[in-house]
């Protein structure tokens, strides 16, 4: 990774209570801050910060589902394209 592209991704630390801090705004986020980051184009990087491991994978799938699991409390039936689910887990 070269130094152009680091400074278009946003860093987001997630510490060992679970807070997640975005290291370009300087600031706590929640889940959805993440996902209106990513909606805006933003790419993100989620590292946890005592073990350095890169966590992005598992911390997009959290606000997938908390917002799918939104979907289903309100009686949408917005549901995603089975497919691309597929797809996406092929990609792994």
Known sequence: MNQQERQRITVIKRYKNRKLYDTVAHKYVTLDDIRKLIKEGDDIM????????????MTLLQAFYEVQKKKLEDGEADAPRMSDLMAALRAM
């Open 46 to 57: 989620v590292i946890d910060n005592t073990t350095k491991q890169n966590i992005t994978t």
